[in-house]
């Protein structure tokens, strides 16, 4: 009975800290609105897009990228020697849109991340105000491009990224995905105003936005250069150094198709999604534990409270019960709140829940090994930063 003692007093301060983290999200504004042309900010945005192989996925994004507006002076696309036929759609792309330019980065250093080397690469020949970074599998609404520079400019971030909405047309994929995506809101709370703490704050690559003398004043992209989850790497070292950094909904800004299965997603989403290379070893397994006490564990523990009733659980049967009702009260209500990130979200999605003790295991597979390929490229080992 001691055991479970530990168990509620354990579930009991996870509570008050995920209540903590998600408490700023009652202040959360709502998803920032594309910006019409004739409304645009009086200043200049590159967009720098990094592929490897993108042949599949960069067209919808190229279409995208056209269509934004006057604040877009340039569109590099700096692409790291692609073999299946990524650099001809470029090509093409260009000769439609001037603004368009296909660069080759250097070779790729042994310390870098190749997509954190591209960025740099595209860093170096941009010569606009702005810098903002998109993946190749977004797709872009018209005025997203404004629109993130006018919620910068509007909320006096210096960095600021946006999260996506989601496209996810499997079943499968529908009920882990919003399992693993929850894994990043207990851990770092909602997107918002940003957080106190450095070390909580959240970050999106697939569209991230930076003052570029700010970016160069801090090295460009080498924080991140070691970095699989380069984002958040380098969000939180320039939130360290006194950067104003921001994280807010661009749910109607871009939609995003990141992968082909829910096999795909489970294991290279999975892989990145620790956050392990933005996070101290210490932090790390303290998040580990939490995911498990606050996300993964209360379902279960509910049902088996009530499925043996209060005599096979002695004096800790209501403590339990009451904080792990709780949490999964919690839980429900936050799968509300991410559904308008969601295009179409069917059935699978509200029984994602039944998938968090896969999510957290998955994050601590992640945090057990290293990863050692990215986007078909093998690394040595990489020390964390």
């Known amino acids: 009975m001691l055991a479970l003692g530990l168990l509620a007093a354990a579930q009991a301060v996870a509570l008050v800290i995920l209540m903590a983290r998600l408490a700023p999200g009652r202040r959360r504004r709502p998803p920032v609105s594309p910006v019409a042309d004739a409304e645009a900010p009086d200043t200049s945005l590159t967009i720098t897009v990094a592929t490897l192989n993108e042949a599949k996925r960069i067209g919808p994004c190229l279409d ?21 036929g990524t650099r001809e759609l470029v090509e093409a792309a260009a000769r439609r849109d001037p603004r368009i330019r296909l660069l080759t980065d250097d070779p790729l250093p042994h310390d870098w991340v190749g ?37 910068a400019l509007e909320q006096r971030f210096e960095v600021v990224s946006f999260s996506p909405r989601f496209t996810i047309p499997t079943a499968a994929e529908q009920w882990l995905q919003p399992a693993l995506l929850v894994t990043l809101v207990y851990r770092c709370g909602a997107a918002g105003e940003g957080t106190p703490d450095p070390d909580r704050v959240l970050a999106n690559g697939q569209c991230f936005l930076a003052r570029r003398d700010v970016l160069n004043a801090h090295g460009g992209y080498a924080a991140a250069q070691r970095s699989f989850a380069d984002d958040v790497t380098l969000a939180r070292s320039m939130a360290r150094a006194g950067v104003r950094v921001g994280f807010l909904d661009g749910s109607s800004l871009y939609r995003v198709r990141s992968y ?21 070893p210490a932090r790390q397994w303290a998040d580990v534990l939490f995911l498990f006490l606050a996300q993964a564990l209360p379902l279960p523990v509910v049902a088996l409270l009530l499925a043996l009733g209060r005599a096979a659980f002695g004096a800790a049967w209501l403590p339990l019960l009451i904080v792990n009702a709780i949490l999964f009260a919690i839980r ?22 039944l998938a968090d003790i896969p999510a957290a295991i998955r994050i601590l597979l992640s945090t057990l090994r290293s990863r050692r390929t990215w986007r078909g490229r093998a690394y040595g080992p990489l020390a964390n930063t």
């Open 64 to 84: 995208g990228l056209m269509r934004q507006g006057k604040v877009v002076r340039e569109i590099l696309v700096v692409d790291s020697r692609s073999t299946d």
């Open 115 to 151: 997509k954190v080397w591209a960025l740099q690469h595209g860093l170096a020949h941009a010569t606009s105000e702005w810098v903002l970074g998109v993946d190749a599998d977004i797709t872009p609404d018209p005025g997203l491009a404004a629109g993130v520079v006018a919620a």
């Open 260 to 280: 082909s299965s829910m096999r795909e997603a489970w294991r290279e989403w999975g892989r990145s999604l620790d956050l392990k290379d933005a996070t101290t």
């Open 332 to 353: 429900l209500l936050l799968l509300g709140a991410l559904r308008a990130s969601y295009d179409a979200p069917s059935l699978p999605f509200w029984l994602s829940p």
